[in-house]
């Protein structure tokens, strides 16, 4: 049981890392080059621009549904999924 | 014409409840294509809403102690997403976003990344673990995850002082939109906003904010989507503004280079007679300045933004309501995606704004125009009228100059309809999206800090032999004190002193991320050391901003961290203090171990008990 517990914990933090780590480059790492990537055009937007308008917001969206989802399935593996009421 | 249980039937109820304001706005074009005055329909635009959110406030009332608290932990997860995303975008977001835009370009956008990238460290680090731990508030956690009323006492402290620097400005934007709309004075105005914001959360508490929320998340967004379609069809940006505005985007930035981005000195504009809280454009719409110091002050802007937003309780709290944990984690990707349909949209406001006005060969164009005839257009004599907008031909030369046009933020939003000649109709609805996003943020915030001085302080520590009937009565009692407590402030219009929204921010973070965060994290964390990180990360980040903020010493921001950015020095802190003196002082007791085991466990009973 004990065993059990420390590895779903052992997955939900890996999934953590991750997840924050991809939250970490669409949040600062991007717009630390923002005057370099500004030049690129997207959709005839600049790329920094674009970015911080919609790029960068659409991707946490992703994210997150994306890693809910992933975390579920740990959850389950591990047989602590909760039964819908 | 419903059966079954009331959270089935959700669907159906704000499917008729959408349909039904849709046919309202129809009727309302309809009175205005048969001349009745553009007064009449603001009036009856906010009335009639206000009514709606009343009726659902009055129909959630509730004797139960968590439904009161909690919403009796039954909001779908769909559902709690937009409840939690018109908590989240107050009138700031909906009336001054677009504005800012308008004024800041690309460097205000850090605004946007940071209210939407802090849901990744909500649903990452915290929502689910709240919620399967069962607390009330967000202090009920500190209160027992490290014990004793001293910790649970500094936890309401930040969240009394951050939640509060919040609600004043909501208060004050439904007493602007109050009395621009119903024609009454502003410190009246601000009395009708606060009635309308009780009248939905008091009966009811949670239960009666999250259905109130709900329905005003639909008219605010209605609001905010239609004016920006129907000015992209109208002008022919395209059908879908998103996607196509790439080539306004840099015809903007060929005009502003055309014109040139002149910054007036404070002489120029006091000798002018701008009146005060007007703006011109002097900064890139969508350029980014070279250099290190410029992407640091992007980045620790979002940092702030995005770390505050993990640390306030009235945000969080909207996650204790959901069935289970599960359905906790998905709320919180449903509630981002609510919000990120508001705040993709913003630039394209502020776009189709800055080009209607700035493009000369469009017909609503104004700059590189002759004065008299800008001065003739009918919506710039009313916003000049209300000293919303001023014109100062600094060069004397008889043309509008980019440098020369000035405007409040604020009026982006409410004005671009009239720019664009869309009929008043749409104006009395972006009224009341303003009115409904500006009551969704106060009546979170104020139950937030009621329910933490009700809960945490009453019950906990004054009185918990009380009875439900008593703790309900005096979480009631303290839900008027308080909001008249706020509407008192914003009536004497001191909102500029107590300091921009941001503050509410950089006090969560300050105070509240790492005695949350490493609650659940970091096994180790005790109560000693949880206590040190919420006094010592407050009283820092509380002296700097009292060192660099201009109403305080005014002292040039170290590293670029002004007052704004307060968070950081604050955060820095509070994670240092509590690192530092959770390690001299002993571990928790093998008691408090076992309750973090149980809390990183989504499956079994919660920590606290369901009616606690």
């Not at chain 2, 009453?458 to 407590?485: E, F, Q, S």
């Amino acid at each position: 049981m004990a065993s059990n517990r420390e590895a779903h914990w052992e997955k939900t933090h890996s999934l953590m890392v991750l997840t924050l780590a991809i939250w970490f480059f669409f949040s600062m790492v991007i717009f630390m080059f923002g005057h370099e990537i500004n030049g690129i055009k997207f959709l005839g937007y600049p790329l920094a621009y674009y970015m911080s308008a919609q790029g960068s917001l659409a991707a946490f969206v992703i994210l997150i549904f994306w890693s809910s989802g992933k975390q579920n399935q740990i959850d389950e593996e591990h047989g602590f999924g909760e039964s819908e009421e | 014409m419903f059966k079954g249980k009331f959270t089935d039937n959700l669907p159906k109820i704000y499917g008729t409840y959408t349909g039904g304001f849709l046919v309202f706005c129809l009727l309302m074009a309809l009175l205005e294509k048969n001349g009745v005055s553009a007064k009449t329909i603001g009036i009856l635009f906010l009335a009639f809403t206000i009514l709606i959110y009343a009726i659902i406030g009055v129909l959630s009332r509730t004797m139960q102690v968590d439904a009161y608290y909690v919403a009796g932990r039954e909001v779908p997860t769909v559902f709690n997403g937009m409840a939690t995303a018109a908590d989240w975008m107050s009138g700031a977001s909906f009336v001054a976003m677009a504005g800012g835009i308008f004024y800041g370009g690309y460097v205000y956008m850090a605004f946007l990344v940071g209210w939407t990238g802090g849901y990744v460290l909500v649903s990452s680090l915290l929502a689910p673990y709240l919620r399967k731990f069962g607390c009330y508030t967000v202090p009920d956690f500190i209160g027992t995850r490290y014990g004793g009323n001293a910790a649970r006492l500094c936890a309401v402290l930040v969240l009394v002082l951050a939640s509060f620097t919040y609600v004043t400005a909501q208060i004050n934007a439904t007493g602007t939109i109050a009395s621009r709309f119903l024609g009454i004075p502003f410190g009246v105005g601000v009395w009708v906003g606060l009635l309308s914001i009780l009248l939905c959360s008091m009966l009811g508490g949670m239960r009666a904010v999250t259905w109130t929320q709900v329905a005003q998340y639909i008219v605010l967004i209605i609001a905010y989507l239609i004016p920006i379609f129907w000015i992209s069809w109208k002008d022919g940006f395209g059908i879908f503004p998103h996607f196509q505005l790439g080539t306004e985007v840099q015809r903007i930035a060929a005009l502003e280079a055309q014109y040139g981005l002149v910054k007036n000195s404070a002489a120029a504009i006091k000798a002018a007679g701008v009146p005060g809280g007007l703006s011109y454009i002097s900064t890139p719409h969508s350029g980014v300045a070279p250099g290190a110091m410029n992407a640091w002050k992007y980045i620790s802007l979002a940092i702030c933004m995005m770390v505050g937003t993990a640390s306030l309780p009235h945000i969080l709290m909207r996650y204790f309501t959901t069935p289970s944990v599960k359905s906790a984690r998905r709320s919180v990707a449903w509630s981002l995606f609510f919000i990120f349909l508001l705040y993709f949209s913003a630039p394209m406001l502020a776009t189709l704004s800055k080009i209607s006005l700035l493009d000369p060969n469009l017909k609503t164009g104004i700059i590189g125009k002759p004065i008299k005839e800008v001065m003739a257009i009918e919506w710039v004599k009313q916003w000049i009228a209300v000293k919303q907008a001023y014109i100062a031909d600094f060069n004397k030369d008889g043309i509008l100059q980019l440098n020369e046009w000035f405007m409040r933020g604020d009026v982006v939003v409410l004005a671009t309809p009239e720019m664009a000649g869309l009929p008043y109709t749409i104006s009395g609805l972006v009224a009341a999206g303003g009115m409904a996003a500006a009551m969704s943020t106060a009546d979170g915030l104020i139950l937030a800090i009621a329910n933490a001085l009700s809960h945490d302080v009453y019950y906990n520590m004054i009185n918990p032999k009380a009875d439900v009937a008593k703790r309900l009565i005096v979480a009631r009692l303290l839900l008027v004190v308080i909001g008249a407590l706020g509407a008192y402030i914003a009536s004497m219009r001191l909102t500029g002193i107590l300091g921009a929204v941001a503050w509410a921010f950089d006090f969560a973070m300050s105070g509240l991320f790492f005695p949350l965060v490493l609650g659940v994290w970091w096994k180790r964390a005790n109560r000693a050391g949880a206590i040190a990180g919420m006094l010592i990360g407050l009283g820092v980040g509380t002296a700097y901003l009292v060192y660099v903020g201009p109403a305080f010493m005014a002292k040039t921001p170290i590293l670029g961290v002004d007052h704004l950015r307060f968070g950081i020095p604050g955060a820095l802190a509070s994670l240092i203090a509590m690192v530092v003196v959770s390690l001299a002082t002993k571990e928790p007791d093998a008691e408090t171990q076992r309750m973090v085991d149980e809390v990183r466990v989504p499956s079994g009973k919660p920590i606290l008990s369901k009616a606690h």
